[in-house]
């Protein structure tokens, strides 16, 4: 639960399309959903932030406290976050800067906020940089859903853009060390957090939406469609299959420093491929089916 204080802030913001009074009147603030690393439970924070073109950024300061604050250990476990942002809402995912990227975004911050150098020099940790992301594909995804087949059109295109942005990240990371010339040690490009996050949040997102399926939305469905009920039941055997291909993901992208780019992008591609083609297959078993229920669901028969 937020404090009283941040419980308060939240709902100022929300009454007044994202605009609050008091201590932070006319500052940059925006409302972060995340998911408890241990709890698993969502939690809303006001945090400021400070605009980079158009890049969203965080800091971790916790006023300077000798520890990250506990939203920061939350999107260092899930990285997908819900950010509201005056009347926007929307979907991104909290990638940590590293090393040099870290300290010339830092500088800026302290630049265009100064208080946050003012926490610095009262630590010893170095304050993380947080870059909220929206997924490449964004523009693609509706904004809203009127039925069943529009919502999951939703997850599917977000998962995509996740894998999407997962292979981007990987193809530059193997350009800059390609790029290096010359004796030493090559330069760290300092996408090792970004693979990761964007990684942990597509494998997250996939076994929430696999496992309300398997949960709730098949055993429904094959109520109300026996002749399909094998159809359900060879998707659901088909999930353990992608959630082992998740897991050979996870541990490639884990090896990405010490891996032989071209088998890497092999094995990246073929199981990008399968995935993708598991989207694919739901997409065109289920959509048929799926369009004539409303979204959001509406109360049970008789409930009003």
């Not at 809303?44 to 920061?72: A, E, I, K, M, Q």
């Not at 976050?81 to 800067?97: K, R, S, Y």
């Not at 509706?142 to 997962?166: I, T």
């Not at 790029?179 to 494998?203: M, S, V, W, Y």
Request: with cysteine.
């Amino acid at each position: 639960m937020p404090t009283p204080f941040n419980q308060s802030v939240i709902e100022e913001f929300r009454a007044n399309g994202g605009k609050v009074g008091g201590p932070f009147a006319g500052g940059d603030l925006l409302l972060l959903t995340t998911t408890g690393a241990k709890s698993g439970k969502a939690h809303t924070t006001p945090l400021g932030f400070v605009r980079d073109g158009g890049l969203l950024l965080l800091v971790g300061s916790n006023l300077g406290g000798p520890r990250h604050p506990d939203w920061y250990h939350n999107v260092l476990a899930h990285p997908a976050v819900d950010v509201e942002l005056g009347t926007e809402e929307f979907q991104a995912v909290a990638v940590p800067a590293e090393g040099e990227r870290r300290d010339r975004l830092f500088a800026r911050i302290a630049a265009a906020e100064p208080g946050y150098g003012d926490y610095q020099a009262r630590t010893s940790r170095i304050l993380p940089v947080v870059v909220l992301e929206r997924p490449p594909h964004e523009a693609a995804i509706p904004a809203a859903a009127g039925n069943f087949a529009e919502k999951m059109l939703q997850v599917h295109l977000w998962l995509r853009g996740q894998l999407q942005h997962v292979r981007d990240e990987t193809d530059a990371y193997f350009a800059a060390l390609a790029a290096h010339q010359g004796p030493g040690t090559p330069p760290e490009p300092g996408l090792g957090l970004r693979i990761r996050q964007h990684c942990l949040a597509f494998c997250d997102a996939l076994e929430f939406h696999h496992t309300g399926e398997d949960a709730h939305l098949f055993p429904t469905m094959a109520g109300h469609h026996p002749e399909l009920r094998e159809t359900f039941a060879r998707l659901a055997e088909e999930h353990r299959t992608i959630a082992r291909v998740q897991g050979e993901l996870a541990a490639l992208l884990a090896d990405v420093a010490g891996a032989d780019p071209e088998r890497f992008r092999r094995e990246l591609a073929r199981m990008s491929a399968e995935l993708i083609r598991h989207l694919e297959h739901e997409e065109e078993v289920l959509l048929p089916i799926l369009a004539g229920l409303p979204w959001p669901p509406g109360p049970p028969a008789g409930v009003r």
